[in-house]
């Protein structure tokens, strides 16, 4: 029989562990089972017991339990990584529309890095990309707070909010000499996870911008678009530049388009023996053999790293662009019983080859910068001497048309945007120029 405080921390203990049972995949150990262990987890328990006995007792103002649960778990998980933390109900409710693509806020995808709340990238036509926040900025405050103490759960909180209001956040970027402010509307963010355009005749361009749970969908009616009559692709730029990651069932499903059947996409690894899980392509329409190119750079993470690696590994695509964020490690999301939520870290992720991207990231087989190109308009005709022009030049004797042998490449057809985007130029080049050398390899 317990008595007097003794009856107390048994109370408060058998709270905390109905606070904690998660609905999935997680039981509670018996108060016995720790003992049988060396009694070292219910000693440190008994110890948790003690002190929030202490601060119920003696703060000098009286603390809701609820709320000290809440911070000590959210403090224990921020001590393990900077991925996993714990989501009250309200945030947990946020997440799960965030993957399903309309969310409000500013659109960064934010981690801590040596410390620091670090962008790992801007989401495409949100607020945050259009004032001009990129990968790799470190957010020194929000408003008026430092985010020093800040985990990613109160960073995220603070800056979301009703659209049309404004946040202000202080940034300090490779290159400032000083910290800057930016000052971000905040908007209803409806994220379109793919896009495309036709970059030339027979050239398609495909862009991700983050892994949702209808991107394989998008990605499928993206690709049909591209290719009329079911006519094959001659080349694909795939776009993964910025793209933060997201659904892990999604990044497999994007790379069974282009991976033969049975072949490795991804595997796990973590203590659990659910954790331990291998991805490969099953069954299904998979694109021609066409030549593809991946673009990545620094804000490349997760998923989208994923599919890099994957379609490099089975040498199906060359990879472009700058070395990726290295985010090479799988969150579960764990609903709790009064619909909070865990986001724990229970495995890291390995390329078909065996590699692991943690802190590392993917390297580009070809490595190329982003150059800023100041599109102008074509200058006049008259402004050039040709042969045309000159006096008694001779005529072509062979009429349009009559060499048609020779590799004509077309001029391109697509928006300002992509003409000042030297990657993606780049990109299409390589592919003509794969077509081209496959030409001359046939004469």
């Not at 963010?189 to 970059?199: A, C, E, F, G, R």
Request: aromatic share 6%.
């Amino acid at each position: 029989m317990f008595k007097g405080s003794k009856l107390k921390k048994a109370t408060l203990f058998v709270t905390i562990v109905s606070l904690v049972t998660v609905v999935i995949g997680f039981g509670v150990q018996r108060r016995c089972a720790a003992q049988a262990s060396g009694g070292n987890d219910y000693e440190s328990i008994e110890l948790f017991t003690d002190v929030l006995a202490i601060v119920k007792k003696s703060y000098v103002e009286e603390v809701d339990t609820k709320k000290l649960i809440y911070g000590a778990i959210n403090g224990m998980l921020t001590s393990l990584d900077p991925h996993s933390s714990f989501m009250p109900p309200d945030t947990y409710k946020e997440m799960k529309i965030d993957t399903k693509g309309a969310f409000g806020g500013l659109g960064i995808e934010i981690t801590v890095k040596d410390g620091i709340l670090t962008v790992i990238s801007p989401i495409e036509d949100t607020p945050a990309s259009k004032a001009g926040i990129k990968a790799g900025d470190q957010i020194l405050k929000i408003d008026d707070k430092f985010t020093k103490d800040l985990t990613i759960t109160d960073a995220v909180k603070r800056m979301r909010g009703v659209k049309g209001t404004k946040v202000t956040l202080t940034i300090m970027r490779e290159g400032f000499e000083k910290t800057k402010e930016f000052t971000l509307e905040r908007d209803i963010i409806q994220v379109k996870s793919v896009k495309y355009k036709v970059l030339d005749d027979g050239y398609g361009y495909i862009r991700i911008s983050q892994f949702q749970e209808k991107t394989d969908e998008d990605l499928d009616k993206a690709l049909k678009a591209l290719e009329p009559d079911n006519k094959p692709l001659r080349g694909l730029v795939l776009d993964l530049r910025n793209d933060p990651g997201g659904l892990l069932d999604q990044a497999v499903r994007v790379c069974e388009h282009f991976v033969g059947e049975g072949k490795l996409i991804v595997y796990t690894e973590g203590r659990e023996k659910d954790s331990q899980m291998r991805f490969v392509s099953k069954k299904g329409g998979k694109e021609a053999e066409y030549p593809i190119v991946v673009l990545i750079n620094s804000g490349s993470a997760s998923a989208s790293e994923i599919v890099a690696g994957c379609l490099q590994d089975h040498k199906r695509a060359v990879v472009m662009g700058t070395q990726s964020f290295g985010k090479g490690s799988v969150q579960t999301i764990i609903p709790l019983s009064d619909n909070s939520g865990l986001r724990l870290t229970t495995a890291r992720y390995y390329t078909p080859s065996g590699r692991s991207i943690q802190a590392k990231g993917i390297t580009p087989d070809i490595t190329a910068e982003k150059v800023e190109i100041t599109v102008t308009p074509e200058k006049k005709e008259g402004m050039h001497i040709r042969e045309k022009d000159l006096e008694n030049h001779f005529e072509n004797d062979k009429k349009e048309g009559s060499d048609d042998k020779k590799v004509k490449p077309a001029p391109y057809k697509t928006d300002e945007a992509i003409k000042g985007d030297s990657q993606i130029l780049r990109a299409l080049d390589l592919l003509k120029g794969w077509d081209i050398l496959k030409v001359m390899g046939k004469a």
